[in-house]
């Protein structure tokens, strides 16, 4: 059993209409393009695939391309630059800190999720103005993600957009990990807080998760996408992306939003949500210390020990289970843990069967660490949404 991939939706399939219209197309465009999008690269299905996201995430426009980790690294320099400010959260992902640090504008960091510490980092940036100069910037990027892969946790957004609107700061959201698996439509995180999506400035996110392929967008103004589509290497300089690829996430993509007539990706993210409360509840009430939200499809269960990690991984696998397990540099040094994602794919048996497999592990490693009563989860918590 796989509980360590970010299959979060169960699209990354060998069968289903997903892989069927995907062989389709490899007979029709072939495997690859071989030019980058402003040369000859750019397909018709590059444009329907640009136009759904922008019908999906709800916003004017979007533009893909073909890596995930590109998304964010090489379209930032195209958004800040000298004499712009990034406020970051501490345990953003290592393309957000490599974009970042590509832009040259000066990085400050604030506790992770705490809006407090933000919004007095917002407070000092608008008040004293750049170094030396106090010149006011000329942006303040405020940089978050929607679910933490590490912690498990939600992005507080409704108070990040808050700030924003307060200091007059623009919101980068990083959806790489919420976008599909979060919210009654599967529209991220932006759709799990009922939030104007227009209200976001740059909404980012990939399609090696929820839609098991590869790639990712940026969503946003028409003025955004044409901006970056002039500016942005990962746009210019990178080949377009495969049509294959683009097809797995046109074809995921509609049976989300039920363009496929059917009510099928509606049952994939109402099975992840009921599989995602199910399997925290059951943990918590285990002993177990967890980490994150209650919604969110990343499940770290913290083994602490340094010396645990390896043999956690080597007995759960013995054992038929295959998960991650983390350490330093990844997570402070008496903060390992093993981290569980969840899959619209896991039956309800096979959850128990995962649950039995760490009671096992966890006796032998003696993993129960808490003594407290579990949060105040109701079984209503996990019936499913009709």
Not at 74 to 100: F, Q, R
């Amino acid at each position: 059993m796989n509980f360590g991939s970010y299959n979060y939706l169960g699209f990354a399939e060998n069968s289903g209409p997903c892989a069927d219209s995907v062989q389709d197309v490899v007979q029709k465009y072939g495997v690859g393009v071989c030019a980058s999008r402003q040369e000859m690269g750019y397909m018709d299905i590059h444009k329907e695939l640009d136009e759904l996201v922008a019908e999906y995430l709800g916003v004017e426009a979007a533009m893909t391309v073909p890596m995930g980790f590109a998304t964010n690294s090489l379209n930032m320099p195209a958004l800040v630059s000298k004499g712009s400010l990034i406020l970051s959260d501490e345990l953003n992902h290592a393309s957000l800190i490599l974009g970042s640090r590509l832009t040259g504008a000066v990085i400050r960091t604030f506790k992770h999720n705490d809006m407090v510490d933000l919004e007095k980092k917002l407070r000092e940036a608008v008040c004293e103005g750049q170094p030396r100069t106090h010149r006011p910037w000329k942006k303040i990027l405020i940089v978050v993600e929607g679910v933490y892969s590490m912690e498990g946790s939600i992005v507080r957004l409704p108070e990040v957009v808050r700030l924003k609107e307060k200091y007059k700061a623009y919101i980068y959201l990083d959806e790489a990990h919420s976008i599909g698996a979060m919210g009654s439509r599967g529209r991220g995180v932006v759709d799990y807080f009922g939030i104007d999506p227009r209200s976001i400035d740059i909404l980012m996110g990939t399609f090696t998760k929820s839609f098991g392929s590869a790639g990712g967008y940026i969503g946003g103004s028409k003025r955004l996408i044409n901006h970056l589509k002039a500016h942005a290497h990962s746009f210019i300089y990178s080949t377009a992306m495969s049509p294959p690829v683009a097809q797995q996430i046109i074809s995921s993509m509609r049976i989300i939003m039920g363009k496929d007539g059917t009510q099928e990706g509606m049952r994939r993210v109402r099975q992840l949500a009921w599989n995602t409360r199910y399997f925290r509840k059951r943990l918590h009430e285990r002993g177990y210390i967890i980490y994150g939200n209650k919604d969110s499809p990343v499940v770290p269960l913290l083994l602490y020990m340094p010396s645990k990690v390896a043999m956690f991984s080597r007995e759960t696998l013995r054992r038929g289970m295959a998960t991650v397990v983390v350490g330093f540099p990844a997570t402070p040094l008496i903060e390992t843990r093993a981290r569980f994602c969840l899959s619209a794919s896991h039956t309800k048996e096979m959850l128990d069967e995962a649950l039995k497999i760490i009671d096992d592990v966890g006796d032998l490693l003696r993993l129960r660490y808490s003594s407290l009563p579990p949060p105040d989860f109701t079984e209503a918590d996990i019936q499913l949404i009709e």
